[in-house]
């Protein structure tokens, strides 16, 4: 196998290359990766004294001289049926004895190999392969898809007979990249260390991705710190990739250590990878998610932290490398806070919400922005609108799924800018059509577990930067029950009414954090916001005074999302609620 390296961590498979896989299945079966899986595999049958291992003549005392013949007994039933092979190959009669056991013992060897998330990094330097990505991921990708199924069906057809039914799974890799060297001009010496890392510049997914990452929340705040994370780690760069992020209007340089690469390479149904103009510039900002070791702990409560390097106008961010911090939700969400803190500092106001632009039919529209906490049900009542507004409705464009920022243009229209072209919402909350509808897209996490969550492209990079005029206002309320007191939708009467409910950010704990029941959090951002209050605080009496002046509405939505029995029904009464008000303002 042309292979440069190949590396498992736990769950996961990376193997890093050039521009080729095996070619043949004599390549793979003679490959080093190969001998790892089906030594680790016997291991495990070992363990639970398995009736698999009665393929070998000595079960309880299997030795590396064993394991070899088998790979060499492999070799040859690819080319000739199981009873022929003792002729060529000594010792191999053993595992002809009983072709029925031999055919289970390679079907579970081969679901032990699919367990794994299985990652390919095609390391492009001065080959040009990121010129010729479709050749590369057919030549990487699927040459090793179709290579490991074709090994896998000749051994079953030579061990016992043809099967009648062929599943295509994705039996070689899930995942490919090309990745290659960039040279940032970082401002500051500190960063260049940065540049031995090498850049993602293509993603080919094979959807849907299912991923089991060590933690299912997220627990505590980003604290900011007064000494530069890069001062304390060292960058072991054959350990690291770096995927370039458009976050909003900025580039954010998220750099993964190698035992988050599943999350890390999950960014790519999130935010769209910058373009090789924009990597020509200092980026925004740099994070690096999954420093080793614990040179992070102790400079704050939590050691999830940024640093602000106001003289080389970089914002850093940086995450441990332990299993409390392998979920997605820390990797999203640090992003989100490098893009808030930096849109407070140029005057815009970050918020943490989802907005939407809804064509009617009759060419009537109506841009709809929706701010709340993680779990207040913004997503899944845009989302419901898709089921609940097909009458009316002509198109939802999404702007914002989760953060986003506003802006006051030279006419004092306030404009809603997005930071996301995809959307991480969880599994539960969905409608179930929608969700399963989306699934040939989307990379799952925990799917077994509370707070299940998919990653789903929901709209493009145009849409979420070219802004758009809010006519609509509403903070998620999801823990009141519907009243006479208490509507689906209830308009505030000024902008001391409204601040004052935003500002509370009052939400009902959904599990999707370690917080539990009702919780109130600044402007329900912990993002930025909270962490530099007093710049927010000017900023938001600015905007709130902003949209009471150029007549927009302003109000509170309840979609009871927390409430028992409500978590499918209430988002979609709540979408009603707010068609029925966005019909009566249009007419």
């Given at each position: 196998?042309?292979?440069?390296?190949?590396?498992?961590?736990?769950?996961?498979?990376?193997?890093?290359?050039?521009?080729?896989?095996?070619?043949?299945?004599?390549?793979?079966?003679?490959?080093?990766?190969?001998?790892?899986?089906?030594?680790?595999?016997?291991?495990?049958?070992?363990?639970?004294?398995?009736?698999?291992?009665?393929?070998?003549?000595?079960?309880?005392?299997?030795?590396?001289?064993?394991?070899?013949?088998?790979?060499?007994?492999?070799?040859?039933?690819?080319?000739?049926?199981?009873?022929?092979?003792?002729?060529?190959?000594?010792?191999?009669?053993?595992?002809?004895?009983?072709?029925?056991?031999?055919?289970?013992?390679?079907?579970?060897?081969?679901?032990?190999?699919?367990?794994?998330?299985?990652?390919?990094?095609?390391?492009?330097?001065?080959?040009?392969?990121?010129?010729?990505?479709?050749?590369?991921?057919?030549?990487?990708?699927?040459?090793?898809?179709?290579?490991?199924?074709?090994?896998?069906?000749?051994?079953?057809?030579?061990?016992?007979?043809?099967?009648?039914?062929?599943?295509?799974?994705?039996?070689?890799?899930?995942?490919?990249?090309?990745?290659?060297?960039?040279?940032?001009?970082?401002?500051?010496?500190?960063?260049?260390?940065?540049?031995?890392?090498?850049?993602?510049?293509?993603?080919?997914?094979?959807?849907?991705?299912?991923?089991?990452?060590?933690?299912?929340?997220?627990?505590?705040?980003?604290?900011?710190?007064?000494?530069?994370?890069?001062?304390?780690?060292?960058?072991?760069?054959?350990?690291?990739?770096?995927?370039?992020?458009?976050?909003?209007?900025?580039?954010?340089?998220?750099?993964?250590?190698?035992?988050?690469?599943?999350?890390?390479?999950?960014?790519?149904?999130?935010?769209?990878?910058?373009?090789?103009?924009?990597?020509?510039?200092?980026?925004?900002?740099?994070?690096?998610?999954?420093?080793?070791?614990?040179?992070?702990?102790?400079?704050?409560?939590?050691?999830?932290?940024?640093?602000?390097?106001?003289?080389?106008?970089?914002?850093?961010?940086?995450?441990?490398?332990?299993?409390?911090?392998?979920?997605?939700?820390?990797?999203?969400?640090?992003?989100?806070?490098?893009?808030?803190?930096?849109?407070?500092?140029?005057?815009?106001?970050?918020?943490?919400?989802?907005?939407?632009?809804?064509?009617?039919?009759?060419?009537?529209?109506?841009?709809?922005?929706?701010?709340?906490?993680?779990?207040?049900?913004?997503?899944?009542?845009?989302?419901?609108?898709?089921?609940?507004?097909?009458?009316?409705?002509?198109?939802?464009?999404?702007?914002?799924?989760?953060?986003?920022?506003?802006?006051?243009?030279?006419?004092?229209?306030?404009?809603?800018?997005?930071?996301?072209?995809?959307?991480?919402?969880?599994?539960?909350?969905?409608?179930?059509?929608?969700?399963?509808?989306?699934?040939?897209?989307?990379?799952?996490?925990?799917?077994?577990?509370?707070?299940?969550?998919?990653?789903?492209?929901?709209?493009?990079?145009?849409?979420?930067?070219?802004?758009?005029?809010?006519?609509?206002?509403?903070?998620?309320?999801?823990?009141?029950?519907?009243?006479?007191?208490?509507?689906?939708?209830?308009?505030?009467?000024?902008?001391?009414?409204?601040?004052?409910?935003?500002?509370?950010?009052?939400?009902?704990?959904?599990?999707?954090?370690?917080?539990?029941?009702?919780?109130?959090?600044?402007?329900?951002?912990?993002?930025?916001?909270?962490?530099?209050?007093q710049i927010h605080e000017i900023i938001a009496k600015k905007y709130f005074e902003a949209f009471f002046q150029q007549g927009i509405f302003v109000g509170q939505m309840r979609t009871r999302l927390s409430i028992a029995g409500w978590e499918r029904k209430g988002p979609e009464e709540a979408a009603r609620g707010l068609l029925e008000m966005i019909l009566s303002k249009s007419n």
């Amino acid at each position: 196998m042309s292979m440069i390296s190949s590396k498992i961590n736990d769950k996961q498979i990376i193997i890093k290359l050039k521009n080729r896989v095996c070619d043949t299945s004599e390549e793979l079966l003679c490959s080093d990766l190969f001998a790892t899986i089906l030594t680790m595999a016997v291991k495990e049958l070992s363990k639970r004294k398995s009736t698999l291992l009665d393929i070998f003549e000595n079960k309880d005392d299997i030795k590396e001289e064993d394991i070899k013949i088998l790979i060499d007994t492999f070799h040859y039933i690819c080319k000739m049926p199981v009873n022929l092979v003792s002729q060529v190959v000594k010792g191999s009669e053993q595992f002809s004895r009983e072709p029925e056991l031999l055919n289970d013992f390679v079907q579970y060897l081969y679901n032990y190999w699919r367990n794994f998330n299985r990652f390919i990094v095609c390391q492009s330097e001065g080959d040009g392969l990121e010129a010729r990505p479709y050749r590369t991921f057919h030549s990487t990708i699927e040459k090793l898809n179709h290579l490991v199924r074709k090994t896998y069906r000749d051994l079953q057809i030579n061990i016992t007979h043809h099967p009648k039914v062929f599943r295509q799974v994705t039996a070689g890799a899930e995942l490919a990249a090309i990745s290659t060297s960039v040279a940032v001009p970082f401002s500051g010496k500190i960063y260049e260390k940065l540049n031995q890392v090498q850049m993602i510049r293509q993603v080919c997914i094979y959807p849907p991705l299912v991923l089991d990452p060590p933690m299912n929340k997220r627990t505590g705040k980003f604290e900011r710190i007064d000494q530069n994370p890069l001062d304390l780690v060292d960058i072991h760069a054959d350990e690291w990739l770096c995927y370039p992020a458009k976050v909003g209007p900025l580039v954010i340089n998220i750099y993964f250590q190698d035992r988050f690469f599943e999350l890390g390479f999950s960014l790519c149904n999130l935010f769209e990878i910058a373009d090789d103009d924009e990597l020509e510039k200092q980026p925004d900002a740099v994070f690096l998610f999954g420093v080793p070791g614990k040179v992070l702990d102790g400079l704050t409560k939590l050691p999830t932290v940024f640093y602000e390097d106001n003289e080389n106008e970089m914002l850093v961010a940086a995450i441990p490398n332990r299993d409390e911090f392998g979920y997605f939700g820390y990797l999203k969400k640090m992003a989100l806070t490098l893009h808030n803190i930096r849109m407070m500092k140029t005057g815009k106001m970050p918020f943490h919400g989802a907005m939407a632009r809804i064509i009617l039919k009759g060419n009537k529209e109506a841009n709809v922005l929706v701010m709340g906490d993680t779990g207040a049900g913004k997503s899944e009542t845009l989302e419901a609108f898709r089921v609940l507004g097909e009458e009316y409705i002509q198109d939802i464009i999404v702007i914002a799924d989760d953060m986003g920022s506003l802006s006051i243009n030279e006419k004092g229209e306030v404009i809603g800018y997005g930071t996301e072209i995809g959307a991480y919402v969880r599994l539960d909350d969905l409608n179930p059509g929608y969700a399963f509808g989306q699934i040939d897209r989307a990379i799952i996490m925990n799917p077994s577990q509370k707070n299940a969550r998919t990653i789903l492209p929901v709209t493009t990079y145009d849409k979420i930067v070219k802004g758009h005029k809010v006519d609509f206002l509403l903070y998620c309320n999801n823990f009141d029950q519907i009243d006479e007191e208490h509507p689906i939708i209830e308009e505030f009467s000024n902008a001391t009414e409204a601040i004052n409910v935003f500002r509370s950010g009052a939400v009902m704990s959904k599990g999707t954090t370690t917080s539990t029941g009702l919780v109130q959090t600044y402007f329900a951002n912990v993002f930025g916001p909270s962490q530099y209050r007093q710049i927010h605080e000017i900023i938001a009496k600015k905007y709130f005074e902003a949209f009471f002046q150029q007549g927009i509405f302003v109000g509170q939505m309840r979609t009871r999302l927390s409430i028992a029995g409500w978590e499918r029904k209430g988002p979609e009464e709540a979408a009603r609620g707010l068609l029925e008000m966005i019909l009566s303002k249009s007419n």
